[in-house]
């Protein structure tokens, strides 16, 4: 997490918390949680999460994927990372990626590994990261090994966050605008917050890093929905907790 978006994290916590009735925290960093947790001071029982994104185009979920023993695999276990799983390993594009690393290294295609840890390089069969440095740099090469267009990334999202999480997350800040995730509102707030939707281009990327390389899913909603709602800072929108439902 970079000092940026976390300190936009605690901005957001700070706008709900000028809300009577309402305490918002940012609990110590745990990536199978949300990023704002909000309670109401006269019922404790009653909690929601936020998912904090700084503009509509940041990932909503980007889980690491490797390739082991002819397939791609994951040890995620979300929606987001099973489907990065299944799409690859249907991919022709991902194939031809798998066939031409192949060639470029030097390894066998039925005993090539693509890890996404420093400790996975190690194995025997892993593509050395200088080899995939090396071929990612030559002209015309496209670092993304498959890119599924169209695609409903809304109701994988809501999928990721509802069922993917320790706990299910019902809400998102993303830029200036406030969604629901799934129609289930545990803080009963307006009836007029968009629900979280929208297709876009799923992806996955390998970047290459100082001491490993790293394949990931880059999951975006091309058009997120308008909302009227924010608790973004120095906003002009409604405070969606400033308006329960009646």
């Not at 066998?108 to 840890?117: A, D, V």
């Not at 194995?123 to 090469?141: D, H, I, R, T």
């Not at 297709?199 to 058009?223: C, L, M, P, W």
């Amino acid at each position: 997490m970079s000092a940026k978006s976390d300190a936009y994290e605690k901005s957001i916590a700070d706008s709900i918390n000028v809300i009577k009735g309402m305490k918002a925290e940012r609990p110590p960093g745990d990536t199978s949680l949300s990023d704002v947790l909000i309670t109401k001071y006269m019922d404790k029982s009653t909690r929601a999460w936020v998912e904090v994104k700084m503009g509509h185009s940041d990932n909503l979920s980007n889980p690491r994927v490797f390739y082991k023993d002819n397939k791609w695999q994951t040890t995620y276990q979300t929606p987001a990372a099973k489907e990065a799983v299944r799409i690859l390993n249907e991919s022709n594009q991902a194939n031809d990626f798998l066939e031409k690393i192949s060639k470029f290294s030097g390894i066998p295609l039925k005993s090539i590994k693509i890890p996404t840890t420093q400790s996975g390089l190690k194995e025997e069969g892993a593509v050395p990261l200088f080899v995939m440095k090396n071929y990612f740099s030559q002209p015309g090469v496209n670092r993304y090994i498959t890119n599924l267009e169209n695609y409903n990334i809304g109701k994988l999202v809501t999928e990721h966050y509802t069922k993917g999480k320790k706990e299910p997350t019902y809400y998102m800040q993303a830029g200036d605008d406030f969604y629901l995730i799934s129609s289930t509102n545990p803080l009963k707030l307006n009836r007029g917050i968009p629900l979280l939707s929208g297709h876009g281009d799923f992806k996955v990327r390998i970047s290459t890093r100082s001491q490993f390389y790293e394949v990931q899913a880059e999951i975006k909603i091309t058009n997120m929905p308008n909302s009227k709602y924010s608790v973004a800072p120095g906003t002009i929108k409604s405070n969606p907790f400033n308006q329960e439902k009646k």
